[in-house]
């Protein structure tokens, strides 16, 4: 059973950066695709980044420019590496995972952005 834990949130002021860490577990292939989705208080879970396998990476207009994300697939990790941060970035993150189908998430971290 895939398994996906995340790592890395926390509060941050207006302008710090964070690191958020996805590791993932029990899958014998490489994920078709890896990413960050989040989802704020009263809103849909909105797509944040995602990381291909063997592809380009894509992000939302909201956070290009200022996240970055990354895969390592001899780990079978996936990274989010926040900067620039706004209070408008406040949410809960998921690490999502896809594979022959299905899609699996981790249990969220909560990003809190300070003005």
């Known amino acids: 059973q895939v398994q996906l834990v995340e790592s890395g949130g926390g509060l941050v002021q207006a302008g710090g950066s964070l690191r958020l860490s996805c590791a993932a577990s029990?899958?014998?292939?490489?994920?078709?695709?890896l990413g960050w989705y989040r989802q704020a208080p009263g809103k849909q879970r909105e797509l944040v980044a995602t990381?291909?396998?063997?592809?380009?990476?894509h992000y939302a207009d909201s956070v290009k420019g200022r996240f970055t994300i990354s895969r390592d697939d001899t780990r079978d990790t996936v990274t989010l590496q926040m900067t620039s941060l706004k209070p408008e970035d406040t949410a809960v993150y998921y690490c999502?995972?896809?594979?022959?189908?299905?899609?699996?998430w981790g249990q969220g971290t909560q990003v809190t952005v300070s003005s």
């Open positions: 990381a291909p396998y063997g592809g380009t990476t």
């Open positions: 029990g899958n014998m292939f490489a994920f078709e695709s």
């Open positions: 999502n995972a896809y594979l022959r189908r299905n899609n699996y």
